[in-house]
């Protein structure tokens, strides 16, 4: 019997599994399978290993100093005289080396003395202290120190110890120092608070912060269609980029319009990610244009099993054909092989369609579970939270496996269909997890699929018209003197009721603080929810989006009703 006779007879109602399989346990590559899991009924059940786990705590039982460090932004332009430094100095269950415990009341007690230095030269860019169980120190140095501008990256190495000499730690990091680009655009990613910020001529070649929210759009029935006034349709909503489903050599002149137009988009290379050559051909194609603000290469890389080191070396070949921009991945499943399906990518995007999904039991007549079946949204609850818990677990991924956290953003469900999903996800459930994924730090939306519903277009619209723009956009995005997003407890004194979501953003300069809040329950909320302490507020000074009337009472965001999914983002003014 062959496979698809298999499947007719699972499809007619017939399941007949041949013995030699359901006798076979172990990991076949030939079984259909997604997230290494197989979907198809008639094949075992097996783990499909890959799973990032909690690392055991270090024996000892002590504090681990876990010495980290990068610089601030992902490049640096030869315009610029100085660049900095990210020095994390945090205590860690699981990574780095006992801290001495010491007995010294000299002012050097429980600090972390280090030095950075260039690799080739030695020269040191950054000799200083900082205290121990600390994050995000920053050191500014002088860039030119490092030696001329070019394109290749300069490696620099930290070295420390405490008062004492002993032990020592030794941390490696790369640093771009380009030559200035006064054509086409340069994006770079801020290492602490891990948000975009592009140049081009529409900036008057300045960096300014950038907030991607838009769509992949298709190449049928839009791109094709070869007609500037869907992509002014499109821009006019409000959108800010596009992750076009096409390449240059198809779509020359809707790219080229978008370049005039300032509409920036991911320069997809999903199609040919694995063939060099062609990486190569369109990268030359569109490194220089004002609109790319980053490459897009593997999609689901994870689901589809690709071999882990296809995607890293798309990212390096990029990378030395144009080290001016960002490289993302689409990252679908909740835990296999985070690790390796990473590492290609500056940007992880995350693909949780949980709307309308049968989180159970799926179209291919099995059950969907941690180690079988594809129920289109992977080990989801079928919930608006699995957004905002799958932005939690892969950032706890890379706290467990000890690397620099990746820029995330979110890729909302915007479709329904291909018997996974049932219906469409409402206007309220779209702008739900929209803020969800920003009060768990996504720094971009790119939904899925341009052209959507009439309904879905203009709500995505609202929402990006507001978080796109000053001053909700300086606070989403992250910069100097911007802190968050922190959660912040949200309650409904006298009940066990848990689905309010907030998170706060600091702008510590300007005293003022944004705060979202979303109502993840279906069901309106008939009493007094207190959002907070959101520290030193003295009063709200607007709300920016969503109808709910928030008002300050002794520290906390007070309101006595809370209606069902809603959403807000409130400027709040913090104490002088
Ligand atoms: C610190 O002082 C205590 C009490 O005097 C002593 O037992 C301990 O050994 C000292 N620790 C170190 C690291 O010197
Ligand atoms: C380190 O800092 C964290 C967060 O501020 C705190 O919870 C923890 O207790 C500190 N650890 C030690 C050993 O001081
Ligand atoms: C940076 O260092 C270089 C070489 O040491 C020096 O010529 C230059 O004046 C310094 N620039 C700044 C802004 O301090
Ligand atoms: C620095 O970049 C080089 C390639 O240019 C790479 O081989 C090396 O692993 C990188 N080092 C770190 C610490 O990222
Ligand atoms: C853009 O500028 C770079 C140098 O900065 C140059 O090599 C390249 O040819 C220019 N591209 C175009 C299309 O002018
Ligand atoms: C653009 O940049 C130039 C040079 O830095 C500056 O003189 C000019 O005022 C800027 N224009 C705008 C509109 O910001
Ligand atoms: C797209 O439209 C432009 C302007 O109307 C036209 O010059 C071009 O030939 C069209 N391209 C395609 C592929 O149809
Ligand atoms: C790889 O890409 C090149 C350039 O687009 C193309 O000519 C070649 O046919 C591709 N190879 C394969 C195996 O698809
Ligand atoms: C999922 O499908 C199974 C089998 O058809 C059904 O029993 C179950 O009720 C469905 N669950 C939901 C939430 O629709
Ligand atoms: C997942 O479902 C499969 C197929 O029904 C079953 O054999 C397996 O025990 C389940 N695994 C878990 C972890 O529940
Ligand atoms: C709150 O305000 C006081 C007085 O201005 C200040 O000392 C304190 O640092 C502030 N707290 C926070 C957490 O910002």
Known sequence: ???????????????FVPPAISQQTGNNPDWPRWCGKVYEAGYPNFDPGGQTLQPPPHPCGCPLLHVQFQPRYSLYLST????????????????????PPTNSTTQWANRFIFSINSVETDAPLVQ???????????????????????????????????????????AT???????????????????????????NAASNNTFAPYLPYGFYASHDNFLRENDTKLIDYYQGLGLTGMVPLASWGEIP????????????????????????????????????????????????????????PLPPLAHSHIRTLDPYHPVAITLNCQNYYFAEYSLGADILMSDVYPIGINSTFSKWGTECNATHGDCGCDNCRGIVQDVSDRLDTLSRYETWLGLWPKTKFHNPQSFHGQDY??????????????????????????SWLWPTSKILAEAHGMLARVVTKSPTREFLVGGDGVDGPV????????????????????????????????????????????????????????????????????????????????TSFVLVNLRG
Do not use: C
């Open 253 to 308: 002149e809707m790219l080229g319009y978008m370049d005039r137009i300032d509409l920036k988009y991911m320069y997809n290379l999903r199609y040919g990610y694995k063939n060099l050559s062609y990486v190569e051909e369109n990268v030359l194609q569109a490194r220089d244009k004002p609109g790319i603000f980053a490459y897009w290469t593997a999609d689901e890389p994870d689901g589809w099993q690709d071999p882990f």
């Open 487 to 566: 959660g912040v407890g949200a309650k409904v004194p006298g009940t066990g009721v848990e689905v309010v979501d907030a998170a706060v953003w600091v702008d510590r300069k300007q005293k003022k603080a944004l705060v979202g809040v979303v109502n993840g329950g279906y069901a309106d909320i008939e009493r007094r929810v207190e959002v907070g302490p959101v520290v030193n507020v003295t009063g709200v000074d607007r709300t920016l989006w969503g109808e709910v009337e928030w008002r300050v009472e002794g520290g906390l965001l007070v309101v006595d009703r809370l209606p069902a999914l809603a």
């Open 128 to 170: 200083a202290t900082v205290p121990v169980n600390t994050t995000g120190n920053l050191f500014q140095f002088n860039l030119s120190r490092l030696g001329p501008p070019r394109l290749d990256p300069y490696p620099v190495v930290l070295y420390g110890a405490p008062e004492s000499g002993q032990p020592s730690w030794t």
């Open 80 to 99: 610029e005289p100085y660049g900095e430094f990210v020095v994390n100095a945090g205590f860690s269950p699981y990574h780095g080396t006992p801290w």
């Open 173 to 199: 990091a790369n640093i771009s120092y380009l030559p200035d680009k006064t054509n086409g655009s340069v994006t770079r990613i801020d290492n602490l608070k891990g948000g975009l910020w592009v140049k």
């Open 421 to 446: 999903w049932l219906r469409d996800p409402t206007v309220e459930e779209e702008h739900v997890m929209n803020v969800l994924a920003f009060n768990h730090g996504a720094k971009g939306i790119i």
């Open 1 to 15: 019997m062959v496979w698809s006779q298999l499947w007719t007879a699972v499809v007619t109602g017939v399941l």
